[in-house]
């Protein structure tokens, strides 16, 4: 475990254990706390997954970190947690974990990783990181640059916390620049919807959340399954949102409140997403070339 760079302000009490808090209204500069909220409400709701569903997410998001870049050696930094799922996935493979995130749901994150020992979770957003420079020898931020209103800014104080020759590992909603007009179509389609439903209270919106995961994701995911039953591995990837095709209810219905009950969304293209990652000292930049796009690694 890492010492902390900075005295907590203040400590958020969860049920077997305190964490420390770095954050105020007054001293976040890059932050959305419309989108904040949200996210607290949202694993709040979404606060386990089994270990199953943990395994095959993670496998997709990280299968372009090997054991040469993760491994037992390693400290690594969460930025973004959530609710912890990604910090779980990690936690067996490396030596020690410090997960961080500006909303409330440190107390959803506390709960899932209450029995995992390797791990600390930090009350704080992206430009008060309670660490020293430098300190990681891997940083990750998955699905949480996009929802910050300076994503670059954001990613160079992530890369700032990677030691010489560490490695970064961010993914971010891309802007369907590989898809056809057709496909274009249905996302402005579903971003009109979530410009409304994002404003919605928060009971209300969990509810229809989860009607626009019956209504928006499950004729796409029935799509693919008969696809892929009668062609194989030919044509389905083609289809809006195949990657949920062998996803759990619980995981679409976590992604859909996640889509459609975020206030602050961005979008980027493949050569953005490089050229931040290039202009934040990264070098050796691998993009996935699997589902969720774009999830990319480069070395500092």
Same mark, same amino acid.
């Given at each position: 475990?890492?010492?902390?760079? #900075?005295?907590?302000?203040?400590?958020?009490?969860? %049920?077997?254990? +305190?964490?420390?808090?770095?954050?105020?209204?007054?001293?976040?500069?890059?932050?959305?706390?419309?989108? !904040?909220?949200?996210?607290?409400?949202?694993?709040? #709701?979404?606060?386990?997954?089994?270990?199953?569903?943990?395994?095959?997410?993670?496998?997709?998001?990280?299968?372009?970190?090997? +054991?040469?870049?993760?491994?037992?050696?390693?400290?690594? /930094? *969460?930025?973004?947690?959530?609710?912890?799922?990604?910090?779980?996935?990690?936690?067996?493979?490396?030596? @020690?974990?410090?997960?961080?995130?500006?909303?409330? %749901? !440190?107390?959803?994150?506390?709960? /899932?990783?209450? =029995?995992?020992?390797?791990?600390?979770?930090?009350?704080?957003?992206?430009?008060?990181?309670?660490?020293?420079? +430098?300190?990681?020898?891997?940083?990750?931020?998955?699905?949480?640059?996009?929802?910050?209103?300076?994503? =670059?800014?954001?990613?160079?104080?992530?890369?700032?916390?990677?030691?010489?020759?560490?490695?970064? /590992?961010?993914?971010?909603?891309?802007?369907?620049?590989?898809?056809?007009?057709?496909?274009?179509?249905?996302?402005? /389609?579903?971003?009109? !919807?979530?410009?409304?439903?994002?404003?919605?209270? %928060?009971?209300?919106?969990?509810?229809?959340?989860?009607?626009?995961?019956?209504?928006?994701?499950?004729? @796409?995911?029935?799509?693919?399954?008969?696809?892929?039953?009668?062609?194989?591995?030919?044509?389905?990837?083609?289809?809006?949102?195949?990657?949920?095709?062998?996803?759990?209810?619980?995981?679409?219905?976590? *992604?859909?409140?996640?889509?459609?009950?975020?206030?602050?969304?961005?979008?980027?293209? #493949?050569?953005?997403?490089?050229?931040?990652?290039?202009?934040?000292?990264?070098?050796?930049?691998?993009?996935?070339?699997?589902?969720?796009?774009?999830?990319?690694?480069?070395?500092?």
């Amino acid at each position: 475990m890492l010492n902390y760079s #900075k005295i907590p302000i203040t400590y958020l009490k969860s %049920a077997d254990k +305190e964490i420390a808090s770095f954050i105020t209204n007054d001293n976040t500069e890059n932050i959305d706390w419309e989108t !904040v909220e949200s996210f607290g409400i949202e694993w709040e #709701k979404f606060d386990q997954f089994s270990g199953e569903e943990l395994k095959k997410l993670g496998d997709d998001y990280f299968d372009i970190a090997d +054991e040469k870049i993760l491994n037992q050696h390693s400290y690594v /930094l *969460d930025v973004g947690c959530g609710s912890g799922r990604w910090t779980m996935y990690v936690a067996n493979k490396v030596k @020690f974990v410090e997960a961080i995130d500006p909303s409330k %749901a !440190v107390l959803s994150a506390a709960k /899932l990783l209450n =029995k995992v020992e390797n791990v600390r979770i930090s009350h704080t957003d992206v430009s008060n990181i309670p660490f020293e420079k +430098e300190s990681f020898d891997f940083v990750f931020s998955l699905g949480v640059l996009h929802h910050i209103p300076d994503t =670059k800014d954001a990613m160079r104080k992530c890369v700032e916390m990677i030691k010489k020759d560490g490695y970064f /590992l961010v993914y971010l909603y891309y802007d369907f620049e590989n898809r056809s007009v057709l496909f274009k179509f249905i996302f402005h /389609l579903s971003n009109s !919807v979530r410009k409304v439903t994002s404003n919605f209270p %928060a009971g209300i919106k969990k509810l229809v959340c989860d009607l626009l995961a019956v209504i928006f994701y499950m004729p @796409f995911i029935l799509l693919t399954k008969i696809v892929k039953l009668f062609t194989g591995e030919r044509f389905y990837k083609m289809i809006p949102l195949f990657w949920y095709h062998d996803k759990t209810w619980n995981v679409i219905r976590n *992604d859909a409140l996640d889509r459609f009950g975020t206030p602050l969304e961005q979008r980027f293209n #493949k050569a953005q997403i490089k050229s931040m990652m290039e202009s934040c000292g990264l070098r050796e930049i691998t993009f996935s070339e699997n589902a969720p796009y774009w999830h990319a690694i480069g070395k500092k």
